[in-house]
């Protein structure tokens, strides 16, 4: 080898490794400014509140499941009603029914719960549209809150 020979290699890997380097790092320090800036609204000001209201309604469902009779929420597509049935201990309950549409909240609907003598309340669905809702059944007897959820689909022949 003559020294000619030795001056015209040239070695990139110094070049590449320190690139690799800066563009990682150039990289990482956009990641964090990016995830730095986003807005978090996860986080309430009124959390606490909001998680005692939450645990309410999960002691209510509790309730609702160990009553001896239990609460139903059927769906009868041959009538185009949803009958509801309370415990006959629960005759004179107050409480809400509330229709919620997953793919439309325009569609969500909030009924007064308002049983007859036998403890049922049938609602009419030939105004609903089809597809998936939620029902929730929240009602109240001798100041203890009770509360039943339950999906439903819609069928129209």
Not at 43 to 62: A, L, M, T, V
Request: charged content about 25%.
């Amino acid at each position: 080898m003559t020294p000619n020979d030795m001056k015209s290699k040239f070695n990139f890997w110094p070049y590449g490794i320190i690139l690799t380097f800066v563009i990682f790092v150039s990289g990482t320090a956009g990641l964090i400014v990016l995830a730095a800036s986003q807005k978090s609204d996860l986080i309430d000001e009124n959390y606490y509140e909001q998680e005692i209201r939450y645990q309410g309604r999960i002691d209510s469902q509790e309730r609702a499941k160990q009553l001896a009779t239990p609460a139903t929420i059927k769906y009868d597509a041959s009538k185009d009603v949803i009958a509801i049935a309370l415990p006959a201990e629960h005759a004179g309950a107050t409480g809400r029914i509330t229709l919620y549409r997953p793919s439309g909240a325009e569609l969500d609907q909030n009924i007064d719960l308002a049983l007859g003598t036998d403890c049922t309340q049938n609602l009419d669905t030939s105004k609903l549209q089809p597809g998936l809702w939620k029902i929730r059944i929240t009602w109240t007897v001798q100041k203890l809150e009770y509360s039943l959820d339950q999906k439903i689909i819609i069928k129209r022949s």
